[in-house]
């Protein structure tokens, strides 16, 4: 600036405060003014954007200043440059601009204020930030190599960039966990379920290493697992059932379970991640006629929304990028990403990939009618859809003078490689499939032979009334033979009509009945005896609806109504009624008499190509040049097995997430996982038998860990987990016996959450359609939960509690305990015993049995005292009665307060 601005009200308040700060306490520049002005500067004036050559990102930089000079005065706020364009009163001179974010308030200017004044310190080992190109997820993936550890117990992979961690810390690792605690933690990792007492026992009594393989390999084969890591991807993929008000569907698509089922059916497959996610985003692309592919379309027709499509396409592009690449292109609808080097164009360009594509509803062989049944799935409905760059992120403001075209984000390298895809005809006119065209001719056989019923027993009514005429009622109505009469034509000539226009189409579509020299002339043929068979029914159609006006009228002329307006009325409306059926009856014979070629085709006709864009996209996503998607993918997998990730920001790998701690395991990991085929059985298989998974959650005596780790950043231990909600809802029923353990189908009313024997997978999961006991353990989010939170709230105690599933599940489980060790020479410690291994997996310890043998010794007696019990009344009322005897109750209470042990809804 060549003179100094007048010193405006907001900076003279903002000088005042700063000396109140300044007097109060020094400034601290790394958590107060670094993230400041990352917030509200950078985009500007950062790594990716230096406006007026001038960079906030780094107190040198700050001290640096920019093209018009320095921007701060070290010591004096009034006379630094940033101080006065931050309260400037002009909004053409005030920062930040308007438009690219809210201006900083008075007492950020001011904090801003009193660091100038304090001398604008900085740590002077503070680094700028590098190049965002140079951003360590955008890098090729490369395998490193594995460090080599002298000790065989740690010479796993997996294990060996652990324990370099922990030799270079200096942390000492707890010991491997007991044989029984990491079975039960080996089930409810990879299937859910808890091992049974024989299954215990069993490999207790071998527990080698070759015991612990065979574990793992049976638990992989496991059609559970698919069910187990099945609710983990839905979490991450975003899986809601449908939403909306009675048949109004206004979120997701009715019968998206059938995208569940693709998921657990892929995972217990083994399907590779790079394929899953080549059919859930282009699968009608992919492979356009498999039944088997098409319903893994539902990742994009959950994303549906009836009321806005831009809201719609918001979510595609937003979710896509976030559940297969970790990046938030969604930051960069409305302007360019504050953050990532991804501006605003590149948002849309992404956004044009999905614009061509809609939803619709197939029809399956066994079921004709969609709303019963159907896959939900994408195809390309507009392939000349364009898509605009929306002005400050408003669809009020699309700029239309600059189409854009589908791309990828520049910084990641690559391009899309887009091939139209040709469709063949039963892809593009599904109602010439041999289910669909069979059920349109039954349902026109049955409406002939109702038809054909109905006439038939008018007429013996008939005769019977003709012979019976004293006996008749004089208050029934005798059926109008000659309406039925023409009805039954009807039907006769929809049914020909429908099968002359099936001709038709299928000729037209080179199914059938044209061909030859002469294709065109027999085409024609075929149209022009379709167009009259048409025509023939409606003219048909026409004379039964006169026919039923004349009847109408007929009835309203000899109505006993005393009205006389009333009765004027209701003739008047029926003549008009039978004047407009005339009018469509004349319209109908001119159409018979001139039927040249033209008919209504038996169902929706398709585009015949599909874009390509969104299988260019998924092959872009699941190439080995691809830098991301493999990061991602793992990172999703070791949080679930070890409840905290390797990148924290799960959904966000771009430039505000730091190098992780174990970034040459997640990239071995990664390329282990490309290397092979995807597996994501191969990367469980070799987790659950590192050592570092297999750890004690147990701290021990290594206090000397909890001083240089307290968080267990680097694995010294094992993280005690809380199961998710699912997980304790089917273990409640699991353990006593009463888990219905089919797979698949449709999903079940969340109301019947307490009395349905499904596992939780298949619950109705929706935006108000979920069960309370799994909302209280922290059921996923339909809207998002690429991570889920985990909440200890007393809530959660009462629904373990108070639950008549719970009440319910634990008497049945004490009945048949006490059957189990009937007879037995210690009936009581046997019980006991038997609680703790069918609950908890494990045995009670000496001091557990005793506390439990005198709780069933205090209880039993006090409920032997009846009269001085109280009636508890309140809550629902469990389906299974309590025992009458006080000993069995007492047994029901104790098996109940185990399914209420913290170590059930946990994993150690």
Known sequence: METRA???????????LAGLVNAGRAVDYEHEIKPLLAAK???????????????LDAGSLIRAGGDTGPVVVPGTAEASLLVQRLTAEDPAERMPPEGEGEPLDTEQIALVA??????APYPADELAPADPTKHWAYQTLVRPAAPTINDPQWSHPIDAFIAQEHQDLGLEPVEVADGTTLLRRLYLDLIGLPPTPEQQLAFEAENTPEAWTDEVNSLLDNPHYGERWGRHWMDVWRYSDWSGYKKDVRNSQKHIWRWRDWIINSLNADKGYDRMILEMLAGDELAPNDPEVLPATGFLARNYRNNNRDMWLDATVEHSAKAFLGLTINCARCHDHKYDPIPQPEYYQFRAIFEPHKLRMDQLPEQPDTEQDGIPRAYDADLQAETYLYVGGNEKHPDKDHPMTPAIPAVLGGQLEISPVALNVDTYFPALLPHAAEAQLAEARNALAAAKQELAAAKTESATDESNTEEASSDKKPADLRTLELNQTAALLALRSLEA?????????????AGGSEGETDLQHVAQAAAAAEAQFKAQAAVVSVRKQELALLAAEQSDEKDTQKKQQAIAEAKQLLDEAWQKLT??????ANA????????????????GRRLALARWITARENPLTARVAVNHIWLRHFGAPLVD???????????????DLLDWLAVELMENNWSMKHLHRLIVTSRVWQLASATGDHIVNLEIDPDNHYLWRTNVRRLEAEIVRDNVMAVAGQLDLSLGGADIDYLQGETSPRRSIYLRHAYEKQMTMLVQFDAASPNECYRRSESIIPQQALALINSSLSLGQSRLLARQLREKVADTEQELPSFVEAAFRQILARP??????????????????????????TIFRGGSEAAVKPATDPLQRAQENLVHVLMNHNDFVTVR
């Open 114 to 119: 009193a660091w100038i004044n304090q001398g």
């Open 844 to 869: 009670p310890a000496e001091q557990e049995l005793s506390l439990c043998l005198e709780f069933l010794a205090k209880q039993s007696a006090t409920l032997a005292e009846t009269d001085s019990l």
């Open 587 to 592: 319209e109908a014979q001119n159409n018979l």
């Open 6 to 16: 007048p010193i405006s009200f907001a900076l003279a308040l903002a000088i005042v």
């Open 41 to 55: 500067c950078t985009s500007c004036h950062g790594a990716l954007a230096q406006e007026s050559g001038l960079r």
């Open 596 to 611: 040249k070629d033209k008919y209504t085709p038996v169902g929706t006709e398709y585009p015949h190509t599909s874009s």
């Open 501 to 513: 226009r099936q001709a038709a189409d299928r000729a037209k579509h080179g199914l059938g009945e």
């Open 649 to 663: 920001n799960v959904f966000d790998f771009g430039l505000r997430s730091p190098r992780p701690r174990h970034a």
